[in-house]
């Protein structure tokens, strides 16, 4: 019994280190800026392994340089009241979890699949730290950091790391390495249309980049764009939207 509980121990203050770990990361981009993400890196480790020269671009662009075009066009696709929940939305959370259990007894995947209902705080949470797995330990603990985000950042500047290293084509990470690899320009000069189409690439942004990879991408890039255009007006770009009236 005594090793059991000794390995129990082990096992919890392993735990415990590695939240310590995470929390200690995120309290150091309060005024740091992150220089990679696990994401990125396992990126750079598939399409580079060892070569020094690599196809991976990135370039931080402080949050004020960034078009307010792109801004919005991204709320609307990814999380449209980002500014107004505290980091999880759990009525989409529990669409995503009926929707999983449905694929589950239809066979289709299998038991620990996950999808859909995540937030920005959460994709944000997955992609700084977290493997791409799909499994119910690793969002259990995605949960945990998104907690400890939501805790330590503001929200403007969860959206300004978030625009920073998000996944925009195949080794394009960042709204810097996009907007000068799509269209030739800054992040500050980008008009509705580029920005709505940027963002409509976001769910499946390698398709949106190269058609190979289009084979596991059900949708629809025009008719996205259309729809983030639409709505580009509605979102808030302030925790409070009374102070952006």
Known sequence: MRWLIYVVKCLLCGFLAMQAFFA?????????????????????????????????????????????????AVLVSEDDIFFQHKGVRVEDMQKAWEKNQQKN????????????????????????????????????????ITGLLELALSKQRLFEIYLNSVEWGEGIFGVGAASHYYYASTPASLDREQAAALASALPAPK????????????????????????????????PNPKSSK
Not at 36 to 58: D, G, I, N
Not at 108 to 129: D, P, V
Not at 217 to 230: G, K, M, S, V
């Open 105 to 144: 007894q239809s066979g289709n995947k299998s038991k620990t699949a996950l999808r859909g209902g995540s937030t920005i705080t959460q994709q944000l949470a997955k992609n700084l730290f977290l493997s791409s797995e799909q499994n119910y330990l690793r969002k259990g603990q995605e949960l945990i």
């Open 24 to 72: 200690i990361q995120i309290g150091l981009w309060t005024t740091l800026d992150p220089s990679s993400t696990a994401f990125q890196r396992a990126e750079r480790w598939r399409l580079c392994t060892w070569h020094w020269s690599c196809p991976v671009y990135s370039e931080w662009v402080p949050y004020s340089k960034i078009s307010n075009n792109l801004k919005r």
């Open 207 to 238: 398709c949106f980049d190269k058609p190979q990879y289009c084979r596991k991408a059900n949708i629809h890039f025009p008719t996205r764009q259309d729809f983030i255009l639409e709505n580009m007006d509605r979102v808030a770009l302030a």
